[in-house]
């Protein structure tokens, strides 16, 4: 079972960047993905960034690119996502999840996601 645990959430200033962290319990397997939903009150949980192992491809938001960057650490232990010039819109519970063996199409799909984190607050407010 694997587990994931976010960090790096907060109260930021409009304009302002955060760094979330996504630990992993373990890296079993070399094929999966690895990803960032988001979901604020009310709405549905959205696609915000993803990266797949091996490659180290990454897909993002359309309405993100430009201000939010994924990575990860060179021994896959970890994955984070840069966010920068943050908007009030970007309030959210950001979660970390992982799809095994993905295919393609469904990296941004969140029914295919397994494993998730507990979430991390992101609130944005001045």
């Known amino acids: 079972q694997v587990q994931l645990l976010e960090s790096g959430g907060g109260l930021v200033q409009p304009g302002g960047s955060l760094r979330l962290s996504c630990a992993a319990s373990e890296r079993t397997g070399n094929s999966y993905a690895m990803a960032w939903f988001r979901q604020a009150p009310g709405k549905e949980r959205e696609f915000v960034a993803a990266?797949?192992?091996?490659?180290?491809?990454?897909w993002y938001a359309d309405s993100l690119k430009g201000r939010f960057t994924m990575s990860r650490d060179n021994a896959w232990n970890a994955v984070y996502l840069q966010m920068n010039s943050l908007k009030p819109e970007d309030t959210a519970v950001y979660y970390c999840?992982?799809?095994?063996?993905?295919?393609?199409?469904?990296?941004?799909?969140?029914?295919?996601?397994?494993?998730w984190g507990q979430g991390t607050q992101v609130t944005v407010s001045s």
């Open positions: 990266i797949r192992r091996p490659t180290g491809q990454t």
């Open positions: 999840a992982r799809q095994s063996n993905p295919i393609a199409g469904t990296i941004r799909n969140r029914e295919r996601y397994a494993y």
